[in-house]
């Protein structure tokens, strides 16, 4: 599961006092301590990864990709963060400005409630679909009657998907925005702009960096979910399969080259966002700061 | 435009904050709420640009009811304490953003630009137009502000405590722009502060206001020399107190007439308002208030005296100059130039 925290802005650097610096051994054994963690739990992993699906040289390693089935798993997971990505974002703003903005009963109760799919078991959350929507499940008979299909198809991946990935663009934007206040907003409305033209000119802008991380991290996850995913998908070939799932068939086949063929590519994924996060800081850290406060 | 404001009653939650304030403003005139923390000025200042809706009574602006009115349709410039410029806007950018928010007669880009630069040049901010807010001080950001709220027009100009976060050099030479500025364009201004240095110099009225109410409205002089009660009297300026007796239109202190007559005070217990500036040192004492000197202290370019005076020992104060000889004594005798009863509390 991944780290809830989502990590600060912060990119100055404290200038070190003398009084807290340790000394020279010291400094090297924590730096060793935190490399070595680093390359055995991170880099070597990683480097297996691209070693093994390229072990068998490109040729094998490009025909794993185009292999129907590999291909059907990467439009799937294309496809279910192009649904749940934008939903998220749009329930992620909302429920960010109503806990920003307005003071309603049941407030601390929804903030919780937004946490929730950081503290529950992925696995449960896929569950819970189950039992909603199962053949045997409170709607299941009525699903039935009228033809609709969730579960074992695309529409129960994405709301297993949305439901793993809705805390990020949300948690993200509460502190921003009950920091930013509403000052801004009052100053447009009093200058004549309707509601709509002070969220897409002020509000939005004041907040895109923090939404912008907040997409980020909601798409890495929508695309690299497994356990959620896994328990409403039905695991069905070239139909129900996305991308992790797709590597855990293939390499319970033993077939080596095409599971670590596709988590190369997911792989991948999370080295670009990590450089576009890191670009994002670079290029726009002062921003972010001042958006961040005065 | 004139405004005002008839029987508003504003309640949070329960809690009122306002309870029944009504107050005329003026076409034109500069007006300052000003009251301690709490005492409901700033929710005043809200209820009539529209960014609170009255629990109770009405606001005119002009002949028109604006109480119904969202804040958009009201057309006044608001001026936040805090700045609240957009950052991620230029200057020139910030101030046209009214213009072009703009319902139906929307003008051009080039003259939302015409328009903003001629404001930048009114607050006196020329060639600053590409800069960014952060890229501004304190003092520049305001003046940003208030070119933005006049950018629309506005009917009237409202401020929320507009110098409350510069610094004191900064702020005494805002209040002299802005009253330049207030007398160059005419707007109806109110603007909200707690400095009463700050009220008495710069408008032409100022609203008194405690515990959300309306103590009283006046010129700086009516505040100052005719203050209508306690609250106003130990509010505005320095002031001391003591509790006293009416008897036949005399005052009295424990068992002394003190050489003041009220005529037309009801007898009974009062207590006695006055400036410690404004008193008559006094050698001999029949008919004065006498007390025992406690301490003294230099204030700039005066001496505060503290004297015990009566049986009780009320503490009072009183200034004299420097250089008074009644200063190194260890008993003054004073009576109040002016001064003004009140029913004891």
């Known amino acids: 599961m991944a780290d809830p925290e989502i990590k600060s802005y912060e990119l100055h650097h404290e200038s070190q006092s003398a009084a807290v610096t340790e000394s020279r051994p010291v400094k090297a054994v924590l730096m060793a301590i935190a490399l070595a963690f680093l390359a055995v739990f991170l880099l070597l992993p990683l480097i297996v990864v691209f070693h093994e699906a390229l072990a068998k040289g490109i040729g094998a390693y490009t025909e794993a990709l185009s292999s129907p089935d590999t291909r059907s798993a990467i439009r799937l997971t294309l496809l279910v963060a192009a649904i749940s990505v934008p939903l998220n974002v749009i329930f992620g703003i909302s429920a960010a400005w109503a806990i920003a903005k307005f003071e309603f009963k049941g407030k601390a109760f929804l903030t919780t409630l937004i946490d929730l799919p950081f503290s529950v078991s992925p696995v449960i959350s896929g569950l819970v679909y189950v039992l909603l929507f199962g053949a045997q499940g409170l709607l299941g008979a009525w699903l039935k009657a009228h033809g609709i299909v969730i579960l074992f198809a695309v529409p129960g991946i994405v709301l297993a998907t949305i439901f793993v990935t809705f805390p990020f663009v949300a948690r993200e934007l509460i502190p921003l925005m009950q920091e930013q206040g509403n000052g801004d907003e009052e100053a447009a409305l009093s200058l004549g702009a309707s509601g709509w033209q002070a969220f897409w000119y002020v509000t939005l802008p004041n907040v895109k960096w923090g939404l912008l991380y907040g997409v980020l991290l909601c798409n890495a996850r929508a695309m690299g979910e497994f356990g959620a995913v896994s328990v409403v998908s039905g695991h069905i070939r070239g139909l129900t399969n996305t991308m992790p799932l797709h590597v855990e068939i293939l390499y319970n086949e033993y077939n080596a080259v095409g599971a670590f063929a596709v988590a190369s590519l997911l792989a991948g994924l999370a080295l670009v966002t990590l450089v576009l996060k890191t670009l994002l800081e670079m290029r726009y850290g002062a921003e972010i700061a001042a958006t961040r406060g005065h | ?345």
């Open chain 2, 1 to 345: 435009m004139e405004v005002r404001v008839v029987n508003v009653r504003k309640e949070f939650e329960r809690f009122p904050a306002l309870h029944d304030v009504s107050l005329d403003i003026r076409s034109g005139e500069l007006i300052a709420l000003l009251g301690p923390s709490g005492s409901g000025k700033t929710t005043l200042l809200r209820l009539i640009a529209g960014l609170e809706r009255p629990t109770k009574g009405a606001i005119f602006f002009g002949d028109e009811d604006a109480s119904q009115k969202s804040i958009q349709e009201r057309n006044v410039g608001f001026v936040f304490q805090h700045y609240a410029l957009f950052r991620h806007m230029t200057v020139a950018d910030n101030i046209g953003f009214g213009l072009k928010v703009r319902h139906g007669a929307r003008p051009s880009g080039q003259e939302i630009r015409r328009r903003a630069l001629e404001l930048l040049d009114l607050v006196q901010l020329s060639g600053l137009e590409k800069r960014y807010p952060a890229q501004l001080s304190g003092g520049q950001r305001q003046r940003v502000a208030l070119a933005r709220a006049m950018a629309i027009e506005p009917k009237v100009l409202l401020l929320d405590e507009p110098f409350g976060a510069l610094d004191a050099q900064v702020r005494r030479e805002l209040r002299r722009w802005l009253r330049e500025i207030h007398d160059r364009t005419g707007h109806t201004t109110v603007f909200v502060t707690h400095d009463q240095e700050e009220a008495l110099e710069l408008a032409d009225r100022v609203v008194v206001m405690s515990q959300g109410r309306i103590e009283q409205v006046g010129t700086a002089d009516d505040i100052y020399d005719t203050p209508n009660s306690p609250f106003v009297y130990s509010f505005i300026g320095e002031s001391s107190s003591l509790p006293v007796k009416v008897e036949n239109g005399e005052v009295w202190i424990a068992d002394r007439p003190i050489g003041l007559s009220a005529p037309h005070a009801p007898s009974g217990e009062a207590v006695l308002y006055f400036r410690p500036h404004d008193v008559d040192l006094l050698d001999g004492c029949s008919g004065c208030i006498a007390g025992t000197v406690a301490a003294s202290r230099r204030v700039a370019g005066t001496r505060r005296v503290e004297l015990e005076v009566g049986g009780e020992r009320q503490r009072v104060e009183i200034e004299l100059p420097v250089d008074h000889p009644a200063a190194q004594k260890s008993r003054v005798a004073f009576r109040p130039r002016r001064w003004k009863l009140f029913p004891a509390a």
